[in-house]
């Protein structure tokens, strides 16, 4: 299996401009998280689906960001509009059904620019 | 409220040292503890896990850590350190692997 594959790796966009990033599933897993990456915050949890389901979003900083589950294998997070202090490196990461802490496997995440 | 603690931001030792990284947790039940290292411009790859059962977890790579339940603790350590472990190592607990409170990180240089 070729892993967890974010699509594009780097994005370099315009303040106000709408921005989708991709993610694409480990097949048979079933559980998707959305990270965000900054050096002044860390590693932030933003939302994760269980079978295509939201469970928790609370960690989606305001109503410009969605996430979306179209099926089991795909996500999509998309920022309308997106402004400068968008700007980190997004990840998403996948892990298999399981009982106790199953492995969560990342993608080399897409890092956003908003100039 | 679960947190973590990485208390040393960066460290630094020559190659073929010995290495401990320290992570402190607070954590409301029973804890599911991770270790993760993420070298430049790549995602986070899992180094190792404590679920229960024996405190030495082995993980992959050389490195172990060990759970101190009396000192909220899961540091990491490796014997030897080589050029290819410069990265940075985050710590994490939670109930789930990816939905998990992750430290600040450490960024490991090692010296030749």
């Known amino acids: 299996d070729a892993g967890v594959i974010q699509s594009p790796r780097h994005e370099v966009t315009e303040m106000g401009q709408e921005v989708t990033l991709r993610c694409k599933l480990i097949?048979?897993?079933?559980?998707l998280f959305w990270y965000r990456q900054t050096m002044m915050r860390g590693l932030e949890l933003l939302i994760y689906?269980?079978?295509?389901?939201?469970?928790?979003d609370s960690g989606m900083p305001e109503d410009r960001f969605s996430a979306k589950m179209p099926n089991a294998s795909f996500s999509t997070l998309k920022i309308q509009p997106s402004e400068p202090r968008d700007s980190a490196v997004y990840f998403c990461?996948?892990?298999?059904?399981?009982?106790?802490?199953?492995?969560?496997?990342f993608g080399q995440g897409t890092r956003l620019t908003v100039v | 409220a679960q947190s973590v603690t990485q208390p040393d931001i960066h460290i630094t030792v020559s190659e073929g040292a010995s290495l401990e990284l320290r992570c402190n947790y607070s954590?409301?039940?029973?804890?599911?503890l991770f270790w993760y290292v993420q070298s430049p411009g790549q995602g986070l790859q899992l180094l190792l896990k404590?679920?229960?059962?024996?405190?030495l977890v082995q993980g992959i790579k050389g490195f172990e850590a060990e759970f101190k339940r009396s000192q909220s603790s899961f540091n990491l350590r490796k014997p030897s350190v080589h050029w290819s472990d410069a990265a940075e190592y985050f710590c994490?607990?939670?109930?789930?692997?990816?939905?998990?409170?992750f430290g600040d990180g450490t960024t490991l240089t090692v010296k030749p």
């Open positions: 990461a996948s892990s298999s059904p399981g009982q106790g802490p199953t492995e969560a496997f």
């Open positions: 097949s048979g897993h079933n559980s």
């Open positions: 689906f269980n079978n295509n389901v939201p469970i928790d």
């Open positions: 954590y409301g039940a029973t804890p599911y």
């Open positions: 404590y679920f229960s059962g024996d405190t």
């Open positions: 994490a607990v939670g109930a789930h692997a990816g939905k998990s409170t």
